[in-house]
């Protein structure tokens, strides 16, 4: 639970809180820990589970569930609760989501997100209670406040004192204040400087934070002066017109177009700062530089910073922002996919040749067969359904088929969603299963019904995909059947509380 805190009129700070999503590390946060003298085993090791999750998600029970839930956002979490309520995951159907994820997840890891654990990205606020020193703050976590180092980091940061090292401690009286909130983190007022402007020349408007408790991290991380202007004169901002002065009509256009040109005119100086940066710290990160070409390539990384940040302020400034020609790169690592490359061995390099032998392997398609428990039960009904559900499917079919050819993305899931609920209200009465009225065994029937129907044609096409439909429709009837089905105890878990388990197996 990410935490906003909102001041009210009674004293105390009202809150809004959502869920963490899990942690992972990106190419700038590796730079900067490696370049911290983090070590390189530390990485590979996060790389080699990384890739041993997604390898065995089609064939591990907990791995399967893991990274079902990681995805369950792409698809109602039914994989999730396919694989709880004991669907074998051979399944056909379950077998394809799962390598999907699986692709998706060694597509993240090329790209350096890495799974790390006792790490969390919390939303970051000053401290209501005034109590905190400098280099202090407050970290609220599941349990409450932690006590102890903790490093905190501020994305896009590219400086190498981008990452603090500071001390957590518990706020007496802090309850007073934040009640029973989680997952943020509080900075001091004091000191001579905000800890927020020295990371990524940031602030308190609700950023949120990368915070670690990791031992491993706290251990072998050594931090940099914090970053502060130096190395690139500021330029003269453009003078511009109190808004204030103008009249309604043009205030509104003004406002329109400031806000546009902040939204989508990104600096082309933001993106060659960054891309440069990454080439000078990918050498910097390279074994066998000495100490020569290291003091050159600091300062070059140092400049580079700068104007980054200036780059980022530039379209609230009104300045326009260029990276010198003489530090611009001639050429990149093979892992950012440019055209004039060099084969890095950074641990960046080393991460992307990694994960990509795995990204190339072949996946074998899977044998599409019935399971007797659904084929049984749809048989037990003296298959009633069968010739309204053969009908219904039929015009599924011819209903979905246009939307396939279009290239919108966005709104051929919105239409395929809209199908999936029309069917879902001819099955249930209702929007989900959990709301329907009708009784049970009819429901039952139906759906195992579909899913003989569905399955059959599958298999004789030889595509998974073509489960999509039973699954989307009357998939939470079936889990809920399979469940009743499977001989011993039975448990009711709400999915938050297993998606919580889960994730806490994973630390």
Not at 174 to 182: C, E, F, L
Request: proline residues 4%; aromatic residues 10%; glycine residues 6%.
């Amino acid at each position: 639970l990410a935490a906003l805190f909102l001041p009210t009129t009674s004293g105390r700070t009202a809150v809004l809180r959502t869920k963490p999503k899990r942690t992972l590390t990106s190419k700038l946060l590796i730079a900067l820990l490696r370049y911290g003298g983090v070590k390189e085993e530390f990485f590979m090791e996060l790389l080699e589970n990384a890739i041993e999750g997604a390898e065995n998600a089609r064939c591990d029970y907990e791995d399967a569930l893991n990274i079902a839930f990681v995805y369950a956002d792409m698809e109602d979490s039914i994989s999730a609760r396919m694989i709880l309520s004991g669907i074998p995951l051979e399944d056909a159907y379950l077998q394809s989501r799962l390598a999907i994820m699986a692709q998706q997840e060694r597509k993240g890891i090329k790209q350096g997100k890495l799974p790390i654990s006792d790490c969390f990205y919390l939303m970051g606020t000053t401290d209501p209670t005034g109590k905190l020193k400098a280099n202090e703050v407050c970290v609220i976590l599941d349990n409450g406040p932690y006590c102890g180092n903790v490093l905190v980091y501020k994305h896009p940061g590219l400086h190498f004192g981008d990452i603090h090292v500071l001390t957590s401690r518990y706020i007496e009286d802090i309850h007073d204040v934040v009640g029973y909130s989680r997952y943020a983190i509080l900075f001091p007022t004091s000191g001579p400087r905000s800890l927020a402007d020295e990371m990524a020349n940031s602030d308190f408007d609700g950023d949120m934070y990368w915070v670690s408790i990791n031992e491993q991290l706290l251990k072998q991380f050594k931090p940099s002066k914090p970053w502060e202007w130096g190395q690139v004169n500021k330029p003269i901002q453009a003078e511009k017109k109190c808004l204030l002065d103008l009249d309604e009509p043009l205030l509104e256009r003004s406002l329109f177009h400031e806000f546009l040109k902040a939204r989508f005119a990104r600096s082309n100086a933001l993106g060659a700062a960054a891309d440069t940066w990454l080439v000078y710290m990918d050498r910097l990160l390279t074994d066998g530089v000495d100490e020569y070409e290291s003091n050159i390539l600091e300062k070059k990384i140092k400049k580079l910073v700068d104007i980054y940040y200036l780059a980022l302020d530039a379209p609230k400034a009104g300045t326009k922002i260029n990276v010198p020609a003489e530090l611009t790169a001639k050429k990149y690592p093979h892992y950012m996919d440019r055209k004039e490359s060099y084969h890095s061995t950074s641990i960046l390099g080393k991460i992307y040749d990694e994960a990509e032998k795995k990204q190339s392997e072949k996946v074998e398609p899977v044998e599409i067969s019935l399971d007797p428990r659904f084929t049984a039960r749809a048989a037990s009904s003296g298959y009633k359904y069968l010739n309204l559900w053969t009908g219904r499917y039929q015009e599924y079919l011819n209903e979905s088929g246009p939307l396939i050819d279009n290239q919108d993305k966005e709104e051929t899931d919105l239409k395929f969603k809209e199908l999936y609920q029309k069917y879902k209200y001819m099955l249930y009465d209702a929007a989900e299963f959990e709301q329907t009225q009708r009784n049970l065994d009819e429901v039952f029937d139906e759906a195992c019904t579909i899913y003989q129907i569905v399955y059959e044609k599958a298999a004789r096409f030889k595509k998974a995909g073509r489960c999509n439909f039973v699954w989307n429709v009357a998939g939470r009837a079936l889990c809920h059947f399979y469940a009743l089905e499977t001989e011993g105890d039975k448990v009711l878990v709400p999915l938050t509380v297993a998606r919580n388990l889960a994730k806490k197996r994973r630390r």
